[in-house]
């Protein structure tokens, strides 16, 4: 009876440890398992983290840089319409200075002589503004008193203030030689130059990066001499001790 007792008691403590055993092994490996998915979704999130990360810092870089270069752009732009926008006043109001009554009085014969040279050409008419018909009328009547007599007109025009026209009086052709006509000429020879003068002088900037690898690289091949001269003078001081 207590053999049959100790056998019973054997076997259930045999079967609840291994129950148990089994339950156990059971709770590590889903929590292993449970573990590992856990970790594999924080990779995972810590992945997509980094790659958005990533993007997000490539965006904002692009859209500085971006955004650099349109402000440099802008300044580049004003400044050269800054520029051109002096240079054609100062040559406007260089050329209206230089349209004075001696130079119209000279000028304005010759282009009349060389219009009528053409076979082509029909009765025609000088503009010029008020004050300067008024203050040339008499001499340019003398100067040009066979073409006049052919129909040649002498006419004010309010819309000049300096200059002339010269043009068929049905107005199919004509030359502009106003102060404002030949102003524009010149500035639109001028506003391409500036441009290209600027793009030249722009090309020529150093970069920053590059001035100062130039700088470190000029200190190193310094020092090696400053070192070579250390030495020299070291050499020098124990010759001397010797030779005392």
């Known amino acids: 009876m207590d053999v049959q007792l100790q056998e019973l008691i054997d076997k259930i403590r045999k079967d609840g440890v291994a129950s148990a055993t089994t339950s156990a092994q059971n709770i590590i490996a889903e929590a292993e398992k449970k573990a590992a998915s856990i970790i594999t979704e924080a990779e995972e999130k810590a992945d997509s983290i980094i790659k958005n990360a990533k993007v997000e810092t490539a965006r904002m870089e692009k859209a500085s840089e971006d955004a650099i270069t349109q402000a ?143 700088a470190f690289d000029a200190e190193q091949e310094e020092k090696p001499a400053k070192k070579t001269a250390a030495k020299k003078r070291t050499s020098t001081t124990k010759e001397k001790k010797e030779k005392k």
């Open 72 to 214: 440099g752009r802008n300044l580049i732009i004003s400044f050269r319409d800054g520029i051109n926008k002096e240079l054609s006043a100062l040559v406007g109001n260089g050329i209206a200075k230089a349209y004075d009554k001696d130079l119209l009085k000279k000028l304005i014969p010759e282009t009349v002589k060389a219009w009528v040279a053409s076979p082509d050409t029909k009765d025609l008419s000088v503009l010029l503004s008020s004050k300067d018909l008024k203050a040339l009328e008499s001499g340019l009547k003398t100067a040009l008193k066979s073409h006049i007599s052919k129909g040649l007109e002498l006419k004010s025009d309010d819309s000049l203030s300096s200059g002339f026209r010269i043009g068929a009086k049905d107005g199919s052709a004509f030359y502009d030689f106003s102060a404002e006509s030949v102003a524009e000429l010149f500035s639109s020879y001028l506003n391409p130059k500036t441009t290209e003068l600027m793009k030249n002088a722009a090309a020529g900037i150093p970069n920053e990066s590059v001035e100062e690898e130039t």
